[in-house]
Nanobody
Framework: QVQLVESGGGLVQAGGSLRLTCVASGRTFDSYAMAWFRQAPGKEREFVAAIYWSTTGTYYADSVKGRFTISKDNAKNTIYLQMNSLKPEDTAVYYC????????????????WGQGTQVTVSS
């Protein structure tokens, strides 16, 4: 059974930092792209960042470039999202997703999702 389990969310003041973790289990993910998405109340799920297990490429939404860093630990089947200089508009539930082959900025096509972790940034 495939599982993606996120953790690391919480409440932080604007300008602060958090590191989210996504642990993947239940299959081999070598051919997968892994991504972080977020969803604020009343809004659609939006792309944040993506990475491939098998290469060094990383991809970011313009709104988080220079502030967020996605990384991985292949030995631990774990994806990280380091979030610095957080803003109130970063407040959302953050989801980890897995997609076969190429990453996409749309949540469609991601076949595996975690349960989400809440990030709240106070002003």
């Amino acid at each position: 059974q495939v599982q993606l389990v996120e953790s690391g969310g919480g409440l932080v003041q604007a300008g602060g930092s958090l590191r989210l973790t996504c642990v993947a289990s239940g299959r081999t993910f070598d051919s997968y792209a892994m991504a972080w998405f977020r969803q604020a109340p009343g809004k659609e799920r939006e792309f944040v960042a993506a990475i491939y297990w098998s290469t060094t490429g990383t991809y970011y939404a313009d709104s988080v470039k220079g502030r967020f860093t996605i990384s991985k630990d292949n030995a631990k089947n774990t994806i990280y999202l380091q979030m610095n200089s957080l803003k109130p508009e970063d407040t959302a539930v953050y989801y980890c997703g897995g997609k076969v082959d190429w990453y996409s900025g749309s949540p469609a096509g991601y076949c595996y999702w975690g349960q989400g972790t809440q990030v709240t940034v106070s002003s």
